[in-house]
Nanobody
Framework: QVQLVESGGGLVQAGGSLRLSCAAS????????MDWYRQAPGKQRELVAT???????NYANSVKGRLTISRDNTKNTVYLQMNSLKPEDTAVYYC???????????????WGQGTQVTVSS
């Protein structure tokens, strides 16, 4: 089985910074793309950033220049450095990874449990 566990959320004032982490563990053979999504109250879940196994990245227009996704393949971990945070960044942040398991089959998408980020004005 595969698990994704996020950490690093919290309450921060506008203009502040947070760093989210998401560690994948379990029967992992390889990890392809890793993503961060977010879901604000009353809104649909949206894709924030993606990092591929080779290191290339994509970002939603709303976060470009403020949020940075990175990964440590030796630790099966993806990070989201969030700077210049705005109240509209308030949401539950979820990590997502496309993983081939040693148990066979896939690749499959796995989700973390989510971590709350609240930005006060």
């Amino acid at each position: 089985q595969v698990q994704l566990v996020e950490s690093g959320g919290g309450l921060v004032q506008a203009g502040g910074s947070l760093r989210l982490s998401c560690a994948a563990s379990g029967t992992i053979f390889s990890i392809n793309a890793m993503d961060w999504y977010r879901q604000a109250p009353g809104k649909q879940r949206e894709l924030v950033a993606t990092i591929f196994s080779g290191g290339s990245t994509n970002y939603a227009n709303s976060v470009k220049g403020r949020l940075t996704i990175s990964r440590d393949n030796t630790k099966n971990t993806v990070y989201l450095q969030m700077n210049s945070l705005k109240p509209e960044d308030t949401a539950v942040y979820y990590c997502n990874a496309v993983i081939i398991s040693t148990a066979g089959g896939g690749p499959w998408r796995y989700w973390g449990q989510g971590t709350q980020v609240t930005v006060s004005s």
